[in-house]
């Protein structure tokens, strides 16, 4: 089945830039999508399509996919951007719904 | 205002059987696939199920297929989760949400509901 990696954590000082990658094999083929998850909250859709954000959802928050990693990049970092961040790919080899391991922004 | 809420989340022993419910508002129920995702305690987001708008195709995590059930009944904006042979990896919060016509990322979620396994 197909597999996303995420790093555990990432830490970042607030005004920062974060960079959180998701890799998996030939990534790039697939569509990725981002979700943010406070402790104690539903997850929430920051990036989809890669790159596109929901209404709502900051300019400072963007996506990429290329080759085998897709990134979410947070600018201008802020203390409420701390939160668990996962990506997610539909896998239509097996008709599945796959999810990355999760990462913890670190806010510093 | 787009609403899902979750309920049925309770404690089950090993083997026994729950039924999940999630109620949408505010969008137009039968155009959207829906789907479960769970999350163990103190670990990632894991997908369980999806089934389409019409409910006439579903999909299946491989631990849980042929123990649980997705169905819903677009007549009262409500899909359901059938869970048999419950074991203990299945304690979890279970959220539902939803998948546009076209998408397939999950947008909107509910707030979630604990399952627990346990003696």
């Known amino acids: 089945s197909y597999v996303l990696t995420q790093p555990p954590s990432v830490s970042v000082a607030p005004g920062k830039t974060a960079k959180i990658t998701c890799g998996g094999n030939?990534?790039?083929?697939?569509?990725v999508h981002w979700y943010q998850q406070k402790p104690g909250q539903a997850p929430v859709l920051v990036i989809y399509?890669?790159?596109d954000r929901p209404s709502g959802i900051p300019e400072r928050f963007s996506g990429s996919n290329s080759g085998n990693t897709a990134t979410l990049t947070i600018s201008r970092v802020e203390a409420g951007d701390e939160a668990d961040y996962f990506c997610?790919?539909?896998?239509?080899?097996?008709?599945?719904?796959?999810f990355g391991s999760g990462t913890m922004l670190t806010v510093l | 205002e787009v609403q899902l809420l979750e309920s049925g989340g309770d404690l089950v022993q090993p083997g026994g059987s729950l039924r999940l419910s999630c109620a949408a508002s505010?969008?137009?129920?039968?155009?959207?696939?829906m789907t479960w995702v769970r999350q163990a305690p103190g670990k990632g987001l894991q997908w369980v199920s999806t089934?389409?708008?019409?409910?006439?195709?579903?999909f299946y995590e491989d631990s849980v297929k042929g123990r649980f059930t997705i169905s819903r009944d677009n007549s009262k904006n409500t899909m359901y989760l059938q869970m048999n042979s419950l074991r203990d990896e299945d304690t979890a919060v279970y959220y539902c949400?939803?998948?546009?016509?076209?998408?397939?990322?999950?947008?909107?979620w509910g707030q979630g509901t604990l399952v627990t396994v346990s003696s």
């Open positions: 030939n990534i790039e083929s697939k569509t």
């Open positions: 997610q790919v539909w896998d239509s080899t097996a008709d599945h719904y796959v």
């Open positions: 399509y890669d790159d």
């Open positions: 089934i389409s708008g019409s409910g006439g195709t579903t």
């Open positions: 949400a939803g998948i546009a016509s076209g998408a397939n990322w999950f947008d909107p």
């Open positions: 505010g969008f137009t129920f039968s155009s959207y696939a």
